[in-house]
């Protein structure tokens, strides 16, 4: 699910800035730009982001500045100031030119004082970032919650018009035996002109033999307890995204086997409508962690 979130955290000697968005994603992907120094700290932030989100691509900012003493200091290259400063000396005394050669000369030549990067204090960095890190994390995932809510609603409406739709086909199958009788009726009328004596036994038979292939009672037990599961999982709280998806591929499997079976025209609409809710559900099921 989509979440935007930031936080900073001024602790001396630290600026600690974090800046995090959420997209949708079947895994969990996590792009981490990280302030050059402090790598080290890039396996115990994925660590921590892995036991908040589950699923999802998360690109994650952070920035920190040490304003410590030790944070950085400055070398002077000596041998590059002496030789610089004594091949100016040459020119001003071949060019005839008596002014003497002062420091902000010398220092414009450049690399002769360079800043040195000190090995960081991880470990105290770490201290420091932890509860920004911690805040952050804690405002994406209550967006992401509130997300949440609006698509659990979305899936309990389309459940339950899936529901009405399986008692639809449910009363749909149980008249089928009799419909099966009349069309063999009418069919074995139709061929014979009503000069053969039609045998109510074995017309019933057949209808019988036809209903059994047809039978999709089984399939419509199992599609009733995949909508069961499918809103416990929603209120389990705990993470349903791919518990949920597989529900779904078997819903699919239990209609797919209705159609195939129905030779009702109104059945087959109903199962077709159906499906497409499926579909609705399926395209959101991958935003769901």
């Given at each position: ?88 000396h ?20 450049g ?107 089984e399939?419509?037990?199992r599609?009733?307890s995949?909508i ?25 499997r239990?209609?797919?086997?209705m ?29 769901v962690?």
């Amino acid at each position: 699910m989509t979440a935007y979130a930031r936080g900073e955290i001024q602790s001396a000697p630290y600026t600690m800035r974090i800046e995090a968005r959420a997209y949708n994603s079947r895994h969990l992907d996590i792009a981490l730009r990280l302030t050059h120094g402090f790598e080290p700290l890039e396996e115990r932030i994925k660590g921590l982001i892995s036991q908040t989100i589950a699923r999802g691509r998360l690109d994650i900012r952070v920035q920190i500045r040490d304003d410590s003493d030790t944070g950085i200091q400055f070398t002077v290259n000596l041998p590059r100031a002496h030789a610089y400063h004594q091949a100016l000396h040459t020119l001003k005394k071949e060019l005839g030119v008596g002014d003497p050669v002062n420091l902000e000369t010398v220092i414009a030549a450049g690399h002769i004082i360079q800043a040195e990067e000190m090995e960081k204090d991880v470990d105290a960095a770490w201290n420091h970032l932890l509860p920004c890190l911690e805040g952050v994390l804690s405002d994406l995932d209550e967006m992401r919650r509130v997300e949440g809510e609006q698509l659990a609603r979305d899936f309990q409406g389309r459940l339950d018009t899936i529901e009405r739709m399986v008692e639809q086909i449910e009363e749909q199958a149980s008249a089928l035996p009799k419909q099966y009788q009349k069309r063999l009726v009418d069919r074995v009328e139709q061929l014979t002109h009503g000069l053969v004596e039609i045998d109510p036994v074995r017309i019933a038979q057949e209808a019988a033999l036809l209903a059994d292939r047809s039978d999709i009672s089984e399939e419509i037990v199992r599609a009733k307890s995949h909508i069961k599961q499918f809103r416990s999982l929603m209120k389990d709280g705990k993470s349903a995204g791919r518990p949920l998806n597989f529900l779904l591929q078997e819903f699919n499997r239990e209609f797919n086997t209705m159609g195939s079976k129905s030779g009702k025209a109104t059945m087959s609409h109903t199962i077709v409508t159906v499906k497409s809710e499926l579909e609705k559900i399926r395209e959101q099921i991958q935003n769901v962690e």
